[in-house]
């Protein structure tokens, strides 16, 4: 075995474990806000939040540098495939940053305050629908890893347009309002 295939398998099980681990609680979150289920929706959100930075993040960094060490040993930065990952991984970065973390601690800080409230599950809202768009995403990286396109492959590159403006389209209409049980 050689250094390369040592540093892709570490690639590899660092993004099977991000990717796979939030896409699981995000499922666990879309199932229990279409059942009209606000503790279940809850739950999975205190795990995504208790993860993020314990788990996620580093899962996510090491994906990261492995793969840079890869491209800068062996494969470099030129390929259209790379630059989308790349790209992809900035957005993925970004909606983590400046969407999923800001937008947890404020919906944890009204819970502390006043408790399950319309105001605070709109934040749960957001936070689902940007992460809609934030696992487009990540299925355009993974197909992208995948199957390595050029510019010559329009017919893969429309397809990952295509699952990139679905997210959008799923963020904008996957709102709706759920509103706590007068318990």
């Not at 540093?7 to 990717?19: G, P």
């Not at 995000?26 to 199932?31: N, P």
């Not at 205190?46 to 540098?65: D, I, K, Q, V, Y």
Request: charged share 15%; aromatic share 10%.
């Amino acid at each position: 075995m050689d250094w390369y295939s040592i540093i892709k398998f570490l690639h590899v099980l660092s993004a099977i474990l991000w990717v796979g681990g939030g896409f699981t609680l995000m499922v666990l979150a879309v199932r229990a806000d279409r059942a009209g289920n606000i503790e279940g929706m809850l739950q999975a959100m205190r795990a995504t939040g208790e993860l993020g930075n314990r788990f996620f993040a580093p899962m996510s960094m090491l994906t990261l540098a492995f793969g840079l060490i890869m491209c800068g040993f062996w494969v470099g930065f030129s390929d259209l495939w790379i630059l989308i990952g790349l790209a992809g991984y900035a957005t993925n970065f970004c909606i983590g940053m400046f969407i999923f973390k800001p937008t947890a601690d404020r919906m944890a800080g009204m819970i502390a305050k006043d408790g399950v409230t319309p105001a605070a599950l709109a934040q749960g809202q957001r936070i689902l629908n940007a992460a809609r768009v934030d696992y487009s995403v990540m299925l355009v990286i993974i197909a992208d890893m995948v199957l390595k396109p050029t510019l010559n492959d329009v017919t893969i590159l429309g397809c990952m347009a295509l699952v990139l403006t679905t997210g959008i389209a799923l963020a904008l209409g996957g709102t709706r309002r759920l509103v706590p049980s007068a318990a």
